[in-house]
Structures are given as structure tokens and as C-alpha cells.
């Protein structure tokens, strides 16, 4: 069993930048695959960015550039470094933690972007 829990989000201006934390609990956590989610109102929840264990990561094509997926073991936290933020990255951003059959989330944290 994994518990996580998000922390960071907030409200930015576009152009601003966030920085969210995913912390772990529960595992071994350099063994998971993690992962930022994210869901705007209305819409399905999209795969934002991806890392795996041996520290390989995947975007979304259009947060490419502007975000960064990072994970700390020693400290069992993952992080999404927000730069350049757009009304479009409004959303609740979830973490995610995947092993074999073992899929974790936590529970959200909600991101504004507006002027």
C-alpha cells in the first residue's frame, strides 16, 4: 500500500511558475513509476508527465519544455516544476505511483492559472 499526498498548487498568473510536490509513504518507493495527471473541468483526465524508476520521463506534447518531472528517493517525493504557466494548465493535478498490478493516487491539488 502507498499513500500520497500532493501539495503546491495553486493560483498563478500566466507566464508564473509552481512547483508541485508528490510525497510517499507506505513502499519502496524508488520501485514505482510516477506520474502527473491532470483534469480540467469538464474534460478527461490527461497523463501529463511520466518517471520511471531508473529516472526516464515522458510529456504531454504541448506541456513539453514548460514542465518538469523530477523525483527525489531519498526523500520518496516526486515533483512537477511548472514554468511558463498557461490558462490551459488549469486543472486538479493528480499523482500517480505504478508497479506491475500496483497503482496508487493521491488526492489532488487544485491549479489556477488566471490574471
Known amino acids: 500500500q502507498v499513500q500520497l499526498v500532493e501539495s503546491g498548487g495553486g493560483l498563478v498568473q500566466p507566464g508564473g511558475s509552481l512547483r508541485l510536490s508528490c510525497a510517499a509513504s507506505?513502499?519502496?518507493?524508488?520501485?514505482?513509476?510516477m506520474g502527473w495527471y491532470r483534469q480540467a473541468p469538464g474534460k478527461q483526465r490527461e497523463l501529463v508527465a511520466t518517471?520511471?524508476?531508473?529516472?526516464?520521463?515522458t510529456y504531454l506534447a504541448s506541456v513539453k519544455g514548460r514542465l518538469t518531472i523530477s523525483r527525489d528517493n531519498a526523500k520518496s517525493t516526486v515533483y512537477l516544476q511548472m514554468n511558463s504557466m498557461k490558462p490551459e494548465d488549469t486543472a486538479v493535478y493528480y499523482c500517480?505511483?505504478?508497479?506491475?498490478?500496483?497503482?496508487?493516487w493521491g488526492q489532488g491539488t487544485q491549479v489556477t492559472v488566471s490574471s
Open positions: 518517471i520511471s524508476s531508473g529516472g526516464s520521463t
Open positions: 500517480n505511483a505504478l508497479y506491475l498490478r500496483y497503482d496508487y
Open positions: 507506505g513502499s519502496i518507493f524508488s520501485i514505482y513509476a
